[in-house]
């Protein structure tokens, strides 16, 4: 069984079109670390598409947010205005659906899915200190988060917490062979809005048999995507950082 990977959609029709694209051929079912939705112009078209596509999932701070299900206040003004907006557009089924997400980690397969850290949903481990101080929390040798919308993650040593490579700028693949008997957090990347300084979106490709697993990234039509968002009055940074990837 070959699994696409996805995270943080964030409401990208034009990044999950190219990302589900590029993976064509290369994966038998979809998963999902949360956030399909919040900061982009297409909220109802991502969830349409997770749930015709995407046989596990859980939920991320997003997802909370623009389901009424969060206080509002901790967001920056951009992620606020952008929640509401959501809520305010998605369908009453749609909202519905968004609501009734659960929280991670859930088990797929022998791997975990969750948002932020095993420990909390909405923790970032973005450094290896971060990762070393939830290991005890991690249940399953291979682990999927996102969150921090950027592509890598760890892999927990004996002999201390290590960095995985993420996709080369030039290349479109990196793949990792995991190591037996060591534990992995691996972040697939946010397909709809990356925020380590490379702007394609991003996804991954895991084989369970192997161990294998395919960081990969495509070029989307980052133009289309910020005409939506401009159009449909939201705050201009969502659209200008796309083209940034940061
Ligand atoms: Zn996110």
Known sequence: MRYLILSDIHSNREALE???AHAHGLYDRVVCCGDVVGYGADPNWAIDWVRAHVGGIVRGNHDRACAGLEDLE???AAARAS???THDALT???LRWLRDLPAGPITVDSF???HGSPADEDEYLLSTRDAAEIAEYVERSVSFFGHTHMQGGFMLHRNGVRLLPRTPLRLQEETLQLEPDTPYLINPGSVGQPRDRDPRAAYAIYTPESR???F???KYDVQAAQE???SAHLPGILAERLELGA
Do not use: G
């Open 216 to 218: 990969r990234r495509v």
């Open 112 to 114: 975990a899915l969750l």
């Open 18 to 20: 190219a990302a589900a």
């Open 92 to 94: 009453p089924e749609n």
């Open 212 to 214: 294998l697993v395919s």
């Open 228 to 230: 939506k968002i401009r």
């Open 83 to 85: 929640a509401q907006w």
């Open 74 to 76: 901790w967001f920056n």
